[in-house]
């Protein structure tokens, strides 16, 4: 009944329409699908209601226009409401199909996709598909959220959206990312997430590596005992001397570590803070989400100082000491995970480092290790997926921008060329948000690069990628005299121009990553 429906409606309704005929559903004896408006291109949830079944189980969605059409003759008329894709009728879908709503995820390895301008989940999707690694949809940090001028509802309805225009059902996660206040998680759990990344990098002491012993003591005495619930003696005994075994059978070895009063007070002065802030964030979750599960990462990757194992282990002991339950955590790995750019660092550090770190979860989990600023890693995801394809959260977000901004020097130069000025004319103030070593002099004057170059010249290359990626908020926030986008609107018209083509470019893009860490994992 839906197909045939769907194609009177399409002959009745007059006006030139796109149906996305993944998104054609039954439920309860109606039927539902998107469409988009060729003329405005506005996206519409269209409601399909058969002669036999009344309206009241639809009152929960707002229409924008409502009718009938069909052969009376035939046992009676259809009638019909086009939606608009508001907040509302999002907030409605996900009552109607589960499937739409992001779930707990818990031990299983991910790929978190962010999407900074809310067109790119079809294209996540399609990445995914075929893969035992389950897609973190709806992935976004508040600070991404305040500088892309969107909230955590429309991240996560942007999503919805998507999943449903795909007819996808396997399955997806809503991770708030680096969240540092308890303001942030009450603004993400009304929202409906189901993954908080706890960002408790304000209150790691970074300089504790370079401490005097005396200047180490006074700080490791000014703790916030109470909060850790206990005292600094306490402290002591308990981790001093003590052992810790990790046995590496591929290696054919034991590693043996132990803490000394010195290493203790370093570790306990860099971290012990930031594990007591992160308690009072799980604290909050554990009573907002009373009985309900939800899935918690605590992330400590962006810092100065390399996470060493034994800061490794004292921060999973002092979780499990504090009653903190949680999925994953990120560290701060050797090298430099810069944006936009592979890993900047020696690759046998970094395999025999990351080694130590696995034996350490694989010993004191199950958790795993997410890996953030993840994206276009291309030379460590062997590594990771040689060493932990089952416990790991691979996250990207602004890669997909980038490879969205691929659309744009395709099919309008001179509006990619505008983007790429306007970039490097806000470089030096976006990047006090971020660790990067671009020099700008390597950027190719944009008015010099011919049209079919300008993909090659700033996409290809890791300098355009890095500009272009650290100013993402400058570009979709810029404003003009009259209050007007500047690039937003032109960028988000050109993709759903050309919508399919971009779904393939990011889907392409996103895949190079899953195939590189989980090979082996092909459904």
């Known amino acids: 009944m839906g197909i045939e429906a769907v194609e009177e409606f399409k002959r009745f309704y007059g006006r030139p329409i796109k149906v996305y005929e993944a998104s054609i559903t039954e439920s309860r004896g109606y039927v539902f699908f998107l469409i988009r408006e060729l003329r405005s291109l506005d996206r519409r949830l269209v409601i399909l209601v058969p002669p036999s079944l009344r309206l009241k189980p639809l009152d929960g969605f707002e229409a924008e226009e409502t009718g009938r059409f069909g052969e009376k003759s035939e046992g009676g008329e259809f009638r019909f409401f086009v939606c608009p894709c508001n907040r509302k009728n999002a907030s409605e879908l996900r009552k109607w199909f589960p499937y739409t709503r992001p779930q ?6 991910a790929v978190g996709t962010g999407d900074r301008l809310g067109l790119a989940t079809p294209g996540h999707i399609r990445a995914v598909k075929g893969w035992r690694v389950l897609p973190v949809l709806a992935q976004q940090s508040i600070r991404e959220m305040v500088r892309t001028s969107r909230s955590p509802i429309d991240v996560l309805n942007d999503v919805s959206w998507g999943v449903f225009q795909e007819g996808y059902r396997g399955g997806f996660a809503a991770d708030a990312d680096h969240l540092k206040s308890v303001d942030d998680v009450k603004a993400t759990f009304e929202t409906g997430f189901t993954m908080y990344t706890i960002d408790p990098s304000d209150h790691v ?8 012993l005396k200047e180490l003591k006074d700080r490791f005495e000014a703790l916030p005992w109470d909060d850790l619930g206990c005292e600094a003696d306490g402290y002591l005994e308990a981790y001093v001397g003590r052992r810790f075994t990790l046995p590496d059978l591929e290696k054919g070895r034991t590693i043996e570590l132990a803490f000394s009063e010195e290493t203790l007070l370093r570790a306990s002065v860099k971290y012990a803070a930031a594990m007591a802030h992160t308690a009072r964030m799980y604290r909050c979750l554990k009573e907002l989400f009373g009985e309900k599960q939800f899935d918690l990462e ?19 002991s002092e979780l499990r000491r504090l009653g903190v339950k949680f999925q994953s955590l990120a560290l701060r790995f050797v090298g430099r995970f810069e944006k936009a750019v592979d890993y900047i660092g020696d690759l046998d550090e970094f395999e025999e480092t990351f080694r130590v770190h696995v034996l350490i979860a694989r010993a004191y989990g199950p958790y795993k290790l997410s890996v953030h600023s993840g994206s276009d890693k291309f030379s460590i995801y062997p590594i990771l997926g040689k060493l932990a394809a089952d416990i790991i959260h691979l996250k990207t977000s602004g890669t997909s921008y980038l490879e969205a901004l691929r659309i744009v020097s395709r099919h309008d130069p001179e509006l990619f060329r505008e983007i790429v000025k306007y970039s490097l004319s806000g470089f030096e103030e976006d990047r006090r948000a971020y660790h990067v070593s671009l020099d700008v002099s390597q950027i190719p004057n944009p008015d010099s690069v011919p049209d079919d170059d300008l993909e090659r010249a700033f996409l290809d290359r890791e300098e355009g990628r890095q500009l272009l990626h650290i100013t993402y908020g400058s ?12 690039f937003r609107d032109r960028i988000k018209r050109l993709l759903i121009e050309n919508e399919e083509e971009h779904y393939r470019v990011v889907a392409a893009h996103i895949r190079r990553h899953i195939e590189a860490v989980w090979r082996t994992e092909h459904a």
């Open 104 to 109: 707990v995820i818990g031990l299983s390895p």
């Open 205 to 212: 002491d970074d300089g504790a590596d370079s401490y005097s």
């Open 298 to 316: 605590v992330s400590v990757d962006e810092t100065e100082v390399p996470t060493t194992p034994l800061e490794h282990i004292f921060i999973v």
């Open 475 to 486: 570009i979709l926030t810029a404003k003009n005299e009259c209050g007007e986008w500047l």
